[in-house]
């Protein structure tokens, strides 16, 4: 088992930053794909960002490539999604997951575990 907690979500202005934090427990975190996605209301989930298990491999959402980052901490157990110039349609639940394998990174069902996720809201 993977446990998984994200945190840092909160409520930011349009343009502004928060920086999610998703720490980790359990089975080895080093090997696996550490996925981001969110859920605006009535909205299927969404990826947003995933990142491979040494890092070399990342990739985005076209909707948040060039203000969003994410990275991951070994050391820590924990991945980052640095997020910057915010805007209202960014807000969602967001959740970090966790899988092996990169192929299907983008795609929900291709996870099996999930945190609880965080609540972000930008406000225009």
């Known amino acids: 088992q993977v446990q998984l907690r994200e945190s840092g979500g909160g409520l930011v202005q349009a343009g502004g930053s928060l920086r999610l934090s998703c720490a980790a427990s359990g089975r080895p975190f080093s090997s696996r794909v550490m996925g981001w996605f969110r859920q605006a209301p009535g909205k299927e989930r969404d990826f947003v960002s995933a990142i491979g298990w040494n890092s070399d491999t990342i990739d985005y959402a076209d909707s948040v490539k060039g203000r969003f980052t994410t990275s991951r901490d070994t050391a820590k157990n924990t991945v980052y999604l640095q997020m910057d110039s915010l805007k209202p349609e960014d807000t969602a639940v967001y959740y970090c997951?966790?899988?092996?394998?990169?192929?299907?990174?983008?795609?929900?069902?291709?996870?099996?575990?999930w945190g609880p996720g965080t609540q972000v809201t930008v406000s225009s």
């Open positions: 997951a966790a899988r092996l394998g990169w192929r299907g990174r983008s795609t929900p069902g291709n996870y099996d575990y």
